[in-house]
T-cell receptor, first 110, second 115 residues
Framework: RKEVEQDPGPFNVPEGATVAFNCTYS??????FFWYRQDCRKEPKLLMS???SGNEDGRFTAQLNRASQYISLLIRDSKLSDSATYLC???????????FGAGTRLAVHP | GAGVSQSPSNKVTEKGKDVELRCDPI?????LYWYRQRLGQGLEFLIY????????KSGLPSDRFSAERTGESVSTLTIQRTQQEDSAVYLC?????????????FGPGTRLTVL
């Protein structure tokens, strides 16, 4: 089983739509999680950190289900600028080692 | 303030040549990481530095790959006798410390093409 599994997409949604991505992880010891976004041919940038059951930041909500070992990202009122690849990142190991999934691609159209 | 910088931004080399990639982390960041991203794939962890020591180099794919770091500043990733499968974007990141949960800030990457 891969350490991180995400639906690669692409998710094609109209502006204003609500979209959700799921991510499953295999290491039950992971305590911290990140969602990074990566624009085409750019470096990843942190979108959101998740340390407990979830986190909310504006239009973005992350939820963590430790029992089932999955984490989700919900985007409300999608904007064209949300088009990117979203990377689910559990933190493994005793230090800040990030394990990246291949990401889920989102395309928001007018 | 200045972010993580990497050089060169692009490197084209011939198979069998050695290449050296450079990373300048954010000033004051003690932890530094190298990743590789092949086209259409996720990031693969290569090596982690805490200061100038590398407690985890488990991601280096072969002994052709090596890295070093000077103090808590610049790091270089060296690939010897490059192969076509080494073609990828090499990303460097730094964080304030190596403590789990610290945000990692990424540089723009070096795009390596091996002909």
């Amino acid at each position: 089983r891969k350490e991180v599994e995400q639906d690669p997409g692409p998710f094609n949604v109209p502006e204003g739509a609500t979209v959700a991505f799921n991510c499953t992880y295999s290491n039950s010891a992971s305590q911290s999680f990140f969602w990074y976004r990566q624009d085409c041919r750019k470096e990843p940038k942190l979108l959101m950190s998740v340390y407990s059951s979830g986190n909310e930041d504006g239009r973005f909500t992350a939820q963590l289900n430790r029992a089932s070992q999955y984490i989700s990202l919900l985007i409300r009122d999608s904007k064209l600028s949300d088009s990117a690849t979203y990377l689910c990142v559990p933190v493994s190991g005793g230090y800040n080692k990030l394990i990246f999934g291949a990401g889920t691609r989102l395309a928001v159209h007018p | 303030g200045a972010g993580v910088s990497q050089s060169p931004s692009n490197k084209v080399t011939e198979k069998g040549k050695d290449v050296e990639l450079r990373c300048d982390p954010i000033s004051g960041h003690t932890a530094l990481y190298w990743y590789r991203q092949r086209l259409g794939q996720g990031l693969e962890f290569l090596i982690y530095f805490q200061g100038n020591s590398a407690p985890d180099k488990s991601g280096l794919p072969s002994d052709r790959f090596s890295a070093e770091r000077t103090g808590e500043s610049v790091s270089t990733l060296t690939i010897q006798r490059t192969q076509q499968e080494d073609s990828a974007v090499y990303l460097c990141a730094s964080s304030l410390s190596g403590r789990a949960g610290n945000e990692q800030f990424f540089g723009p990457g070096t795009r390596l093409t091996v002909l």
